[in-house]
Nanobody
Framework: VQLQASGGGLVQAGDSLRVSCAVS????????MGWFRRAPGKEREFVAG????????YYADSVKGRFTISRDNAKNTVFLQMNSLRPEDTAVYYC??????????????????WGQGTLVTVSS
């Protein structure tokens, strides 16, 4: 299974950006999908997750109300729409797939497959 994240870039505070993650080599519709991020000098942390059907989502408190996770099972792709970006959102964003559970997990240990990451930089 391969995950390919894309869409990162340099934006200004208050701007919006959408990152995508295309999944190949597996049964995408069976996976819980998550987005994590690693900011400079910090540990990787959970950002958002979505169940296989797309009707259950979960967000970190730091992004709730600003970020939206969604998925298109027909295109094997998961998205993270990021609005009202802040400098503290600067990080490498990773998508991940959990093939074993049905509920969204915030723990990195529950995710089996990982993308390479895409860099999002928010300037003030």
């Amino acid at each position: 299974v391969q995950l390919q994240a894309s869409g990162g870039g340099l934006v200004q505070a208050g701007d919006s950006l959408r990152v995508s993650c295309a999944v190949s080599g597996g049964t995408f519709s069976n996976y819980v999908m998550g987005w994590f991020r690693r900011a400079p000098g910090k540990e990787r942390e959970f950002v958002a997750g979505i169940n296989w059907k797309g009707d259950r989502t979960y967000y970190a408190d730091s992004v709730k109300g600003r970020f939206t996770i969604s998925r298109d099972n027909a295109k094997n792709t998961v998205f993270l729409q990021m609005n009202s970006l802040r400098p503290e959102d600067t990080a490498v964003y990773y998508c991940a797939a959990d093939r074993r559970t049905f509920a969204v997990s915030t723990s990195q240990r529950d995710y089996d497959y990982w993308g390479q990451g895409t860099l999002v930089t928010v300037s003030s």
